[in-house]
């Protein structure tokens, strides 16, 4: 990883931009996923780069129906590992379930590369697609799934989800919970549980809360609230007021 | 280029990403060029993806600028050049004014490929920075330039310009144009001409106006109500109504 000046700015945005560059040359993050990334910054950007109310909110009821799952499967793609290995491999543990590769652009390598990454972080429970279970609906790469993970999943923590694969995932009958920066986005929309804010802060906070006794998380959630709340931030003066 | 459906309701977009996916893949663009892209295309879903009035307006008073200048350079960097190599081509020939590869990430084997790019789309004066020119107040390998291209102009037209390189240009008493879809970037904001607009919708509606007459273009151009109105559209709920 370059250097970035501890002094400056912008240093966390930074060293989050040379976590992918840097997956990107690990064979872990895709091209595509450095530009859906920038695309997320500026959605950061817009929000104020902090973790609101709303996305507090959603985090807690994500730790609630995550411990409560039957079968839960956390589902991660190439930005994901470069970005908080070692928390996906810390929530796998506490939870008790698995990890499960999926990458919206078909690459065998990329996947095995992956989970030695998240291995290496310090998860043990990595499950990889596998083309004899497909999700419905669906014509991407991502619907090829593992029959002991999603395929079987009543729950799914996707952070950083394509639009087309939540609605597929959903209209399965599944629940479907997202980190996603756009609450206009059509996976934001589509999703049981939206967490609106950037995956490097939401991920140590949802592991510290499924640490939390079950009856302590969030009873009452709704999800189109988190949306409008999310939403009403974007628009607001105060949140665009420091430059990129 | 990977194949996208004719249908497909983002084709535009993804034929864009596509361009620099493969200018990576050409040595063109950076890995830090395509997280810039997805940022810009958050700000271009935000305004709508089309060509605003206040763009126009702007896209008028850089052609009268360009035209009117003594010393002007198009300066290009890693994504303008795998965007709209035909149209920067194109401009430098009509203006006859030199294009000047300049990069924020050092490379001499990136800056000889944009070259080259360049060329093979049909551009001729093609300038190269050079150790022994220097922009006084710039820390980034942007500092360097070419003494018989930016070193002694007076106007600059720099698509995707960063905060740093904007603001000492114009430190230095040079004019600035520049193409930037966040209106409230320090570039947007340090700039003499801000069009705020998709360099790939901009450079050939600018490409048409640098042929007028130069008593048909903009007189009274004032940058400042450019920004306003830039941003006042990013703040309409309209403008967000769709999905990406």
Do not use: W
């Not at 949802?206 to 709340?229: F, G, H, I, M, Q």
Request: hydrophobic share 45%; glycine share 6%; aromatic share 4%.
């Amino acid at each position: 990883m370059s250097e970035i000046p501890l002094s400056h700015p912008r240093r966390i945005s930074l060293e989050t931009r040379a976590k992918l560059t840097d997956g990107v040359r690990q064979g872990i993050t895709s091209f595509d996923g450095l530009i859906a990334h920038g695309r997320g910054e500026a959605f950061d950007y817009l929000l104020g780069e902090k973790t609101h109310g709303f996305a507090e909110r959603a985090i807690d009821a994500a730790a609630a129906l995550l411990i409560s799952a039957k079968h839960a499967v956390i589902s991660v793609n190439g930005n994901a590992a470069a970005l908080v290995p070692r928390e996906l491999g810390a929530l796998s543990e506490i939870l008790g379930k698995p990890l499960e590769v999926n990458l919206f652009h078909a690459s065998r390598d990329r996947e095995l590369k992956i989970r030695e990454h998240l291995l290496v972080h310090g998860a043990r429970q990595i499950l990889l697609p596998d083309e004899d279970f497909v999700i419905t609906g669906l014509a991407s790469n991502r619907r090829f799934v593992n029959g002991q993970g999603i395929y079987r999943a009543d729950v799914i923590f996707v952070p950083l989800e394509d639009g087309d694969r939540c609605e597929a995932l959903i209209q399965s009958g599944r629940k479907v919970i997202t980190i996603d920066l756009n609450p206009l986005s059509r996976t934001a929309r589509a999703a049981t549980i939206t967490i609106v804010d950037n995956i490097v802060r939401a991920l140590p906070l949802l592991l510290d809360r499924v640490k939390a006794p079950l009856e302590d998380l969030l009873k009452d959630y709704d999800n189109s609230r988190t949306l409008r709340e999310a939403e009403a931030v974007l628009r607001d003066r105060k949140s665009m007021e420091f430059k990129l």
